[in-house]
Nanobody, 123 residues
């Protein structure tokens, strides 16, 4: 599966952005999906993951309540709605997909990656 992320840009603290990831190739519903991010000088970190059906979401604690992940298997898309943005959310955001049934927070377990979309949050 090929992934293409979009929607990044500049936002003010407290604002919102919506990232999208379009998938092409094999049946998208066969994959667990997730968003990761990599801030300046930091390692890539897990943000949220979503089961194949979209019924179960996994968060890192600081994101809960501010970020929401969703998928539309009919349209082969996965989205990340970010609100109440903070300067520390500044990062390149990556969508990722893996075969299997389990969401993992480990980047090494994802087989497919989008190219990343940059988000900058100003204070």
């Amino acid at each position: 599966v090929q992934l293409q992320a979009s929607g990044g840009g500049l936002a003010q603290a407290g604002g919102s952005l919506r990232l999208s990831c379009a998938a092409s190739g094999r049946t998208f519903s066969s994959y667990v999906v997730a968003w990761f991010r990599q801030g300046p000088g930091k390692d890539r970190e897990f943000v949220l993951g979503l089961s194949r059906s979209g019924g179960v979401t996994y968060y890192r604690d600081p994101m809960e309540g501010r970020f929401t992940i969703s998928r539309d298997n009919a349209k082969n898309t996965v989205s990340l709605q970010m609100s109440s943005l903070k300067p520390e959310d500044t990062a390149v955001y990556y969508c990722a997909a893996r075969e299997g049934t389990r969401v993992s927070a480990a980047a090494r377990e994802y087989d497919y990656w989008g190219q990343g979309t940059e988000v900058t949050v100003s204070s």
